[in-house]
């Protein structure tokens, strides 16, 4: 069980716009510690897709933004490319007990 | 070009000792970041294991802490992750990683900013 939830799948066709959610709780994303969102392609190693919140990572299309407010943050993707089917990793900090770097479950997205 | 690179067994005996070692190259293992270690069981999510700063202080998953060392080797850019006492439920992709904040930087700062590709380690007898 994650500390971070994210829904296990979305869908969506080419050049629809999807949102991915991530929702915390008053000891990660509540208490403002920043969220970072990594994309894993089939088989490959995570990569870093958002930073901050809201900031891209070098080399990351504009298609790509990030979110927060509240408990909850989000990765918003538009024009959707049959490229961007992968995994996606929402990460934050949670203050509980000692404190821990903390990532959510994952949400496999289709492209239709 | 920076890259890491993870490498080590890929089979390790239950109750034995996992152990692995990342390579830094194309930059300074003295650098101002933390290096540190992520793994993914099979078709699983990611978990945290911990980090290394170039001058030994480390941090762990208080979930994982009382098996987990992490160690820096400077003279030879590279850094090691050392797990006792595994079992089948240690079983997972293991990918080192550079966090991206600065010594003194909380653990809440910073985020994963270069993987390795990872390495495959099965707990089996």
């Known amino acids: 069980q994650s500390v971070l939830t994210q829904p296990p799948s979305v869908s969506g066709a080419p050049g629809q716009r999807v949102t991915l959610s991530c929702t915390g709780s008053?000891?990660?994303?509540?208490?403002?510690?920043?969220v970072h969102w990594y994309q894993q392609l089939p088989g490959e190693a995570p990569k870093l897709l958002i930073f901050?919140?809201?900031h891209r990572s070098s080399g990351v299309p504009a298609r790509f933004s990030g979110s927060k407010s509240g408990t909850s943050a989000s990765l918003a993707i538009t024009g959707l490319q049959p490229e961007d089917e992968a995994d996606y990793y929402c990460?934050?900090?949670?203050?509980?007990?000692?404190?821990?770097?903390?990532f959510g479950g994952g949400t496999k997205l289709t492209v239709l | 070009q920076f890259q890491l690179h993870e490498s080590g067994p890929g089979l390790v005996k239950p109750s034995g000792t996992l152990s692995l070692t990342c390579g830094v190259s194309?930059?300074?293992?003295?650098?101002?970041?933390?290096w540190g270690w992520v793994r993914q069981p099979p078709g699983k999510g990611l978990e945290w294991i911990g980090e290394?700063?170039?001058?030994?202080?480390?941090t762990y998953n208080p979930s994982l802490k009382s098996r987990v060392v992490i160690s820096v080797d400077k003279s030879n850019e590279q850094f090691s992750l050392r797990v006792s006492s595994v079992t089948a439920a240690d079983t997972a992709v293991y990918y080192c990683?550079?966090?991206?904040?600065?010594?003194?930087?909380?653990?809440?700062?910073?985020?994963?900013?270069?993987w390795g590709q990872g390495t495959l380690v099965t707990v089996s007898s």
């Open positions: 990683v550079r966090d991206t904040r600065s010594r003194y930087q909380p653990l809440h700062g910073g985020e994963f900013g270069t």
């Open positions: 194309g930059a300074s293992i003295a650098s101002s970041f933390w």
């Open positions: 290394v700063y170039h001058d030994g202080t480390t």
């Open positions: 008053s000891s990660n994303i509540g208490a403002g510690f920043k």
């Open positions: 901050s919140d809201i």
């Open positions: 990460q934050s900090f949670d203050s509980s007990l000692t404190g821990s770097k903390v």
